[in-house]
């Protein structure tokens, strides 16, 4: 039984996940900052049951991250694949600040959720992961924080902490290579949600579905790589 915890369920990438892996028959962790405010994730809950668990996880809050750890280790919960997705634009979640305008708060935010939560979350349930054999941490970075393909300015502070966010994984990859738990970074393309906006080219469902096969597909050979949606690499 494949058990998958995802953080920022509520919507965009997250909730099209715990949608997709639920209905393959997987049972899914889904966690999210305000668990009673989530219709779409109750009603998935009334379509799969027990195979789905709602969970509150605000990743900034060490208080959130320590309670929802104690509650599944309590109930000795192994975990094969923990998915980083909650992720913010900006500051006030909502836009880019522009260049002119910066100010210290946006990037400490986005930098807390984008990059710092990721390994704390990470660190924290890794003995859950542990428990799994081979497991596999995925962290849904962005093409936005590769240095080498940056030709645009602006988004100082998201594309800054994505390209941390890339550090951060090859490190962990490095760390956690001997246990053999797989660790990846996974750009899923411009995808229309509420970040992506609805310019975006890719929908939903379809790249959800071609990164759910790429995690299929990885083995502790693929730790420490930046991938698309489409398991190609990226350069960093
Ligand atoms: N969409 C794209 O084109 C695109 C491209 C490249 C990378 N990405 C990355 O993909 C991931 C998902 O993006 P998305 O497009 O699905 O964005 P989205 O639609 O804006 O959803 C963001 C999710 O993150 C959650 N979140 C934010 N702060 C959180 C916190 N402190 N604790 C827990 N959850 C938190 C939100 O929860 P609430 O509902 O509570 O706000 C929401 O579930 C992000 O890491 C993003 O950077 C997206």
């Not at 996974?186 to 469902?205: F, S, Y």
Request: charged fraction near 25%; glycine fraction near 6%; include cysteine.
């Amino acid at each position: 039984m494949t058990r998958i915890l995802i953080t920022g369920a509520s919507r965009g990438l997250g909730l099209e996940f715990t949608k997709q892996y639920l209905e393959r028959g997987d049972n899914v962790i889904a966690t999210c900052r305000q668990p009673d405010k989530t219709e779409e994730l109750e009603r998935l809950q009334k379509e799969f049951g027990e195979c789905l668990e709602i969970e509150q996880l605000d990743v900034t809050s060490e208080k959130s991250r320590v309670n929802l750890y104690q509650k599944l280790s309590d109930k000795s919960i192994k975990i094969n694949l923990l998915i980083n997705n909650a992720g913010i634009i900006s500051g006030d979640e909502k836009e880019s600040v522009a260049f002119g305008e910066l100010y210290k708060e946006d990037f400490s935010k986005v930098f807390l959720v984008n990059t710092v939560s990721p390994i704390l979350i990470s660190e924290r349930f890794l003995p859950l992961l542990k428990e799994a054999n081979e497991s596999v941490i995925v962290n849904i970075s962005s093409m936005s924080g590769s240095i080498s393909n940056r030709t645009r300015s602006g988004g100082y502070a998201y594309s800054s902490s994505k390209s941390a966010l890339n550090m951060m994984t090859k490190t962990l990859s490095n760390e956690l290579k001997e246990r053999k738990i797989t660790v990846v970074a996974i750009h899923p393309g411009w995808v229309k949600t509420d970040m992506g906006g609805e310019n975006a080219p890719l929908e939903l469902d379809s790249s959800i579905t071609s990164i759910i096969s790429v995690i299929d597909s990885l083995s502790i050979a693929d730790t420490g790589k930046f991938l698309d949606w489409q398991g190609n690499e990226v350069n960093w």
